[in-house]
């Protein structure tokens, strides 16, 4: 008995815990190989804007799981929970910077510029469906 217990002791310590099943919303965290399939170039001035929902979520092919987005040409602000950024508000992005986005956040991503010049964002989407 003594033996079965230390048999159950040392398994649940030493054996590690098997991964979570990838869901369709993850980013590529969870082992898959995500596949570029669309890209925008997005210019940002002074009222927020987002990502274009028809280039990130097609009526048919693929779905984009996760944005590569590159920030070019001066600092960007952003939210990736829906808030609107300002020009003092929001997380600062500085110009060759770059960030993913997941799914889930994709429609929530706002951004717009930092200062007195305008940026772009270079964004490209991918999928692992």
Do not use: H
């Not at 398994?11 to 099943?21: G, N, Q, R």
């Not at 996760?66 to 939210?79: D, F, K, P, T």
């Not at 717009?112 to 772009?120: F, K, P, Q, S």
């Amino acid at each position: 008995m003594r033996k079965l217990f230390y048999l159950i002791l040392i398994l649940s310590v030493f054996v590690p815990p098997s991964p979570a099943p990838a869901r369709a919303d993850d980013c590529v965290g969870n082992g898959a190989v995500a596949v570029p399939f669309a890209k925008e170039t997005i210019a940002v001035s002074t009222t927020a804007i987002g990502l274009t929902a028809a280039t990130y979520n097609p009526t048919d092919g693929p779905k984009a799981t996760e944005a590569l987005i590159g920030v070019q040409a001066a600092n960007v602000r952003v939210w990736f929970d829906g808030s609107t950024p300002t020009t003092t508000a929001g997380q600062v992005f500085v110009s060759g910077q770059s960030f993913v986005v997941c799914a889930l956040t994709l429609r929530k991503f706002l951004a717009i510029r930092d200062d007195g010049t305008d940026a772009e964002l270079a964004v490209t989407y991918a999928s692992t469906q």
